[in-house]
């Protein structure tokens, strides 16, 4: 039987493990995001982004009993100790569990810190992707209504490459700027 400091290591290490699981789940699909928007694959970001959502929001009720966990341990272990505060830092807290458990939950942590600072960077670099394309996509559809207004477009005139540039009048061009 397992007494129950070493329960509660357990559970907080497999909260850790399952919080890097599905944060390492939205880095994958952050990076099919990156295909999705280079393939203007619309349906395919529709798809990703309801996902992400509802990893987002596991992730983060499973944060909250993560963090509760430990608050409730230390705030307990602390109520036995004089001159330790409830508020103590994690720093304090992990000196005060064998060095094994510390350094698993340092090691666990840092994973942690790992994959959310890469998931930060390729959702930075997916939006700077979108904004990119979106203005990209304005500028063409505002060129083409700033000439569809005056009529004219420059052609060239007759089959030889010498011939100059010359604006002739054409009919309009009707643009769907929602698609």
Same mark, same amino acid.
């Given at each position: 039987?397992?007494?129950?400091?070493?329960?509660?290591?357990? #559970?907080i290490?497999?909260?850790f493990?399952?919080?890097?699981?599905?944060y390492?789940?939205?880095?994958?699909?952050?990076?099919? &995001?990156?295909t999705?928007?280079?393939?203007?694959?619309? &349906?395919?970001?529709?798809?990703?982004?309801?996902?992400?959502?509802?990893l987002i @929001? !596991?992730?983060s009720?499973?944060? #909250? @009993?993560?963090?509760?966990?430990?608050?409730? %341990? !230390?705030?307990?272990?602390?109520?036995?100790?004089?001159g330790?505060?409830?508020?103590?830092?994690?720093?304090?807290f992990?000196?005060?569990?064998? #060095?094994?458990s510390?350094y698993?939950?340092?090691?666990?942590g840092t994973?942690? &810190?790992? @994959? @959310?600072?890469?998931? &930060?960077d390729?959702?930075?670099? %997916?939006?700077k992707?979108?904004r990119t394309r979106?203005?990209?996509?304005?500028?063409?559809?505002?060129?083409?209504?700033?000439?569809?207004? /005056?009529g004219?477009?420059?052609?060239?005139?007759?089959?030889s490459?010498? %011939?100059?540039?010359?604006?002739k009048k054409?009919? /309009?061009?009707?643009? %769907?700027?929602?698609?």
């Amino acid at each position: 039987m397992t007494n129950p400091k070493e329960e509660w290591l357990e #559970r907080i290490y497999s909260l850790f493990e399952e919080e890097i699981r599905l944060y390492s789940e939205i880095l994958e699909l952050e990076k099919e &995001k990156t295909t999705a928007i280079g393939k203007a694959d619309g &349906k395919s970001l529709e798809r990703i982004a309801k996902r992400t959502y509802e990893l987002i @929001v !596991h992730a983060s009720e499973i944060e #909250r @009993v993560r963090m509760n966990t430990i608050q409730e %341990n !230390h705030s307990t272990e602390n109520s036995n100790i004089e001159g330790i505060s409830s508020s103590a830092t994690l720093t304090e807290f992990l000196n005060r569990l064998d #060095r094994e458990s510390g350094y698993k939950l340092k090691h666990l942590g840092t994973q942690l &810190k790992d @994959v @959310v600072h890469k998931l &930060k960077d390729r959702i930075k670099a %997916n939006d700077k992707l979108i904004r990119t394309r979106q203005d990209f996509l304005k500028a063409t559809i505002d060129a083409m209504r700033e000439n569809s207004k /005056s009529g004219e477009v420059a052609t060239y005139e007759g089959e030889s490459p010498m %011939n100059s540039r010359t604006k002739k009048k054409r009919s /309009s061009v009707l643009v %769907n700027a929602s698609a």
